[in-house]
């Protein structure tokens, strides 16, 4: 089991990736929509009913709401219009200064003022609330690109976040034989 710190940052990558695929108006838009809307919120509420509690992490709350405002302007949105283009935007930024200041002051400081297990116990909670969120938003005929990068990621396939949804769903097939 990975501990908190390391699931929170591979989760700020894997949204990384998806502002950039949005960004150069790769794939599906909508669809990249949906899973950065279900990650964003799953991310957030595992962040603040499992590992906040424990620590000073008020602004960072501040900053989910703040989010999930900018996030539904961006799902209301319709791909290529300015409208889009404006919300992406301010919610990259948004997300880019949360990410920015959750890696440098506040993940540093729970690392130092909790011991490995606990990180690991922090990390099991984290993963599993997150891993309700996204059961609840997401479709259960279909999973998430989020969802498919979790189960790669507890199968350890290389590359994994490098690849694309049917690329995760395809390796994913291909190791469970």
Same mark, same amino acid.
Do not use: C
């Given at each position: ?8 940052? #591979?989760?700020?990558?894997? &949204? ?43 602004? =960072? &709350? ?13 799902? %209301? /949105? ?49 993963? #599993?609330?997150? /891993? ?6 997401? =479709? ?10 979790? #189960?790669?990621? %507890? ?15 395809? /390796? ?6």
């Amino acid at each position: 089991m990975a501990d908190v710190i390391t699931l929170i940052t #591979q989760d700020h990558r894997v &949204v990384e990736g998806l502002f950039d695929r949005l960004k150069k108006k790769e794939g599906d838009q909508h669809a990249m929509v949906a899973e950065l809307r279900a990650l964003l919120i799953a991310h957030a509420r595992a962040e603040e009913d499992r590992v906040y509690p424990g620590i000073d992490a008020h602004h =960072s &709350v501040e900053e989910h709401k703040e989010a999930e405002i900018l996030l539904d302007s961006l799902v %209301r /949105a319709r791909p290529g219009t300015t409208e889009f283009d404006k919300a992406l935007d301010d919610l990259i930024e948004s997300i880019n200064h949360h990410v920015e200041e959750e890696e440098t002051k506040l993940l540093p400081a729970l690392g130092s003022s909790a011991d490995a297990a606990e990180l690991e116990r922090l990390g099991t909670a984290f993963e #599993q609330r997150r /891993a309700e969120e996204l059961a609840a938003l997401g =479709s259960p005929a279909e999973p998430s690109k989020a969802e498919l990068y979790e #189960q790669a990621r %507890r199968a350890d396939i290389p590359g994994r976040s490098r690849m694309d949804k049917e690329e995760l769903s395809e /390796a994913l097939g291909e190791n469970k034989f």
